[in-house]
C-alpha cells in the first residue's frame, strides 16, 4: 500500500502565503513524477505545477512565479510554496505521486486525500 497524506493548508489573506506538504509512505520502491492539484467548487480539477524525480518541474500559468514546487527524494516528500496569493487559488488542493511499489515495475498514481486552501480577507 502507498498512502500520499498533505498538510499546510488553511485560511490566508490575498497577498499571504501558505506552503504545503506531501509524505509519502507505505511499500516505495522509487517514486517518479510528483505533483500538486487543485480543484475549486463546481470545476475540474486542474495540475497545478509537477515536478519529475530530477527535479525538473512545469507549472500551470495562472500560477507561475507565485508558486514553487520542491521534493525531498530521500524522504518522499514533496512541498508547494504559494506566494502572492489571490481568491482564485481557494481550492482543495491534492498531492499526486507515480509510484512504483517495492516488487513492481510499473509506476501507478496515487493521490492524498486532499488539503484546503481559502483566500479571502
Known amino acids: 500500500q502507498v498512502r500520499l497524506v498533505e498538510s499546510g493548508g488553511g485560511l490566508v489573506q490575498p497577498g499571504g502565503s501558505l506552503r504545503l506538504s506531501c509524505a509519502a509512505s507505505?511499500?516505495?520502491?522509487?517514486?517518479?513524477?510528483m505533483g500538486w492539484y487543485r480543484q475549486a467548487p463546481g470545476k475540474q480539477r486542474e495540475l497545478v505545477a509537477a515536478?519529475?524525480?530530477?527535479?525538473?518541474?512545469n507549472y500551470a500559468d495562472s500560477v507561475k512565479a507565485r508558486f514553487t514546487i520542491s521534493r525531498d527524494n530521500a524522504r518522499n516528500m514533496v512541498y508547494l510554496q504559494m506566494n502572492s496569493l489571490k481568491p482564485e487559488d481557494t481550492a482543495v488542493y491534492y498531492c499526486?505521486?507515480?509510484?512504483?511499489?517495492?516488487?513492481?515495475?510499473?509506476?501507478?498514481?496515487?493521490w492524498g486525500q486532499g488539503t484546503q486552501v481559502t483566500v479571502a480577507s
Open positions: 499526486n505521486a507515480n509510484v512504483v511499489r517495492t516488487g513492481w515495475s510499473t509506476g501507478y498514481n496515487y
Open positions: 507505505g511499500s516505495i520502491f522509487r517514486i517518479l513524477a
Open positions: 515536478i519529475a524525480s530530477g527535479g525538473s518541474a
